[in-house]
């Protein structure tokens, strides 16, 4: 089983940066997928990125034409963490943000791929 724990997030001015951390418990890391998801107020929770195994291959939500070139997912399999570069936030980045793993490492988009997910992360962004 894997714990996943979230940080990082925070309340900052449109145009700032942050970057989330997601940390993983167990030897295991470096066997799950990972991914990382967004629900805003009201809204449904979405898919953002997922990188592989090794992080030698990403994938990232080719529907939110927003995201595009701003968040960067990225991973360090010796600290057992996940991290998601989020570059020049707009107010509509506004979620909570969660990471998620995947035993078999499909880099997929949906929800049900993935058997273990964080609590989430707050990011405000005010214009």
């Known amino acids: 089983q894997v714990q996943l724990v979230e940080s990082g997030g925070g309340s900052v001015q449109a145009g700032n940066s942050l970057r989330l951390s997601c940390a993983a418990s167990?030897?295991?890391?470096?066997?799950?997928?990972m991914g990382w998801f967004r629900q805003a107020p009201g809204g449904e929770r979405e898919f953002v990125a997922a990188?592989?195994?090794?992080?030698?291959?990403?994938?990232?939500?080719d529907y939110a034409d927003s995201m595009k070139g701003r968040f960067t997912i990225s991973r360090d399999n010796v600290k057992n963490t996940v991290y998601l570069q989020l570059n020049s936030l707009k107010p509509e980045d506004t979620a909570v943000y969660y990471c998620?793993?995947?035993?078999?490492?499909?880099?997929?988009?949906?929800?049900?791929?993935?058997?273990?997910w964080g609590q989430g992360t707050q990011v405000t962004v005010s214009s």
């Open positions: 167990g030897r295991t890391f470096s066997t799950y997928g």
């Open positions: 998620a793993a995947d035993r078999y490492s499909r880099r997929s988009s949906r929800e049900s791929s993935y058997d273990y």
């Open positions: 990188i592989s195994r090794s992080g030698g291959s990403t994938y990232y939500a």
